[in-house]
């Protein structure tokens, strides 16, 4: 019933396997079902809109490809450590904080040009970066100064 908008199912494509429940002799699910789709873009189509599905406050779809099951039920028993990767390191993002001068920056918007800029306390400031038709409408720095953010 779910998944009847989510494209053609080949005929006979459902199956969901059942258990005899012990206790009361009754047939009930085993907790999953496999749709067998016409197209390969149907089944993608599927997974995107009706994976994390809430089917009511306790209860929610996982939907994945055959392949991907089948893939994770082949894992190797025995643990094996991954390749340790070469560190890298990156930029500080707050680098502009460790300014050897503790010089602010500030932005300048003015016609068509945009420039960082250094404030430097008894000297002219010092331009950092200028770009021009950075920006369509204007530039604003984020909340902890980390980002300059342009709008287009």
């Not at 494509?13 to 749709?35: E, H, Q, R, V, W």
């Not at 960082?116 to 008894?122: F, G, P, T, V």
Request: hydrophobic residues 30%; proline residues 5%.
């Amino acid at each position: 019933k779910i998944f009847k908008n989510a494209g053609d199912i080949k005929e006979n494509g459902i199956n969901m396997p059942m258990d005899t429940d012990p206790a009361t002799g009754k047939l009930t699910s085993k907790g999953y079902l496999f749709i067998e789709f016409e197209t390969p873009e149907q089944a993608s189509l599927a997974i995107k809109n009706y994976d994390n599905y809430s089917m009511d406050k306790t209860h929610c779809l996982a939907v994945n490809r055959f392949t991907d099951v089948e893939k994770y039920s082949q894992i190797e028993e025995e643990y094996k450590e991954p390749e340790e990767e070469k560190f890298v390191e990156k930029e500080h993002l707050r680098s502009w904080l460790t300014d050897s001068q503790a010089r602010d920056q500030f932005v300048l918007y003015r016609g068509d040009d945009v420039s960082i800029l250094w404030n430097k306390k008894a000297e002219p400031p010092e331009e950092e970066h200028k770009r021009v038709n950075w920006t369509e409408t204007y530039v604003q720095w984020s909340p902890l100064g980390t980002y300059l953010a342009t709008f287009h």
